[in-house]
């Protein structure tokens, strides 16, 4: 138990700083190649952040723990709002963009239908991962063209999330050192996935649960520690660039990006069915979750201290309920 608790903690620091210096690495090629700092933030940025959630995975579905795959996804989307967003609310109100009212939040409950919809026969084959993959391309161009039109009028709007995003990461000008960065970030997320869901394994047989417990609490709440961090840092120095759009828009990716690559990598069978499971359950959990902000927020386009509190409730009682089910 000490062991795996040990190699667990090494494998989620292998992915938390793979990933920082693959986005470090990829960001400063993208740069010196001559890609604009929007262009950047809409890909190098968003894919390589939601790289932990990725390669952990595309690697259970490739080892056979489709449930610790699926459950990694619908744990962090829950994370991200209830915990994350609650507790950075709780420490500084969020001031929101109208536009997470009209546009954001209704996709990230829209691709959330559409993921409950395909998982119903049980399995996320390549197909569906296929769709999804997609979507994830429709997705960033549609940001990126409504960026581009939107900086042209003088808003500006999608760019202020993601311009401080790509000089936070800093400029490296040496080319072998940004092809040196890749390739380590490269090696340290996948190094990293497979201790972590070896361990997570381990963990499970220990204590006797389910690989979708393990998904949904352990291996979720691991990968969203990078996103708790730099939110509540954000919101202790009331940095307030880090907001609800953003955490929504890494729910839409790690439901696009993270389960398409993981189904086209391997099927994701769902053990049991996906209502026996209860994984339909956990699916309507991530959803009323991501409503929630929305019906907190529409009116005065701020996430108070005291929504903040209500969602981190939200959190402990579905961790709760986890735990005491049967």
């Not at 056979?64 to 619908?74: E, Q, R, W």
């Not at 500006?156 to 401080?164: A, C, F």
């Not at 099927?267 to 994984?279: E, M, Q, T, Y």
Request: with cysteine; net charge positive.
């Amino acid at each position: 138990m000490i062991l795996d608790s040990i190699l667990f903690i090494a494998g989620l620091l292998m992915l938390y700083y793979g990933a920082d210096f693959l986005v470090k690495g990829s960001s400063s090629l993208a740069r010196s190649l001559g890609l604009a700092p929007l262009v950047i933030g809409l890909t190098v940025v968003a894919f390589g952040t939601s790289a932990p959630e990725l390669f952990i995975s595309i690697v259970s579905s490739i080892k056979h723990k489709s449930m610790i795959a699926v459950g990694n996804v619908v744990g962090s989307n829950i994370c991200n709002i209830a915990l994350v967003l609650g507790l950075t609310a709780v420490i500084q109100p969020i001031k929101c963009q109208p536009s997470v009212f009209r546009r954001d939040i209704p996709i990230m409950l829209g691709v959330s239908l559409y993921v409950l919809m395909i998982s119903l026969n049980s399995t996320i084959g390549r197909l569906e991962g296929a769709t999804l993959f997609g979507g994830i391309i429709l997705y960033t161009y549609f940001n990126y063209s409504l960026a581009v039109k939107e900086s042209r009028q003088g808003y500006n709007v999608l760019s202020i999330p993601y311009d401080p995003a790509v000089s936070r990461v800093g400029y490296i000008a040496s080319r072998p050192k940004q092809v040196l960065l890749i390739v380590i970030g490269i090696a340290g997320v996948i190094a990293g996935a497979e201790i972590l869901i070896d361990a997570a394994v381990g963990m499970m047989k220990v204590f006797g649960v389910s690989e979708k417990f393990v998904g949904l609490t352990v291996v979720a709440f691991g990968t969203s520690v990078p996103e708790l961090a730099t939110s509540v840092a954000a919101a202790a120095r009331k940095e307030m660039d880090i907001s609800m759009g953003n955490l929504v828009g890494s729910n839409v990716f790690n439901l696009l990006s993270v389960l398409g690559a993981a189904s086209l990598a391997r099927p994701i069978p769902i053990p049991g069915g996906f209502v026996a499971s209860g994984l339909l359950y956990d699916y309507l959990v991530m959803m009323v979750i991501g409503f929630l902000p929305w019906l907190m927020a529409k009116k005065t386009c701020t996430v108070r201290r005291r929504d903040g509190i209500i969602l981190m409730a939200c959190y402990v009682a579905y961790v709760a309920y986890l735990i005491l089910k049967p």
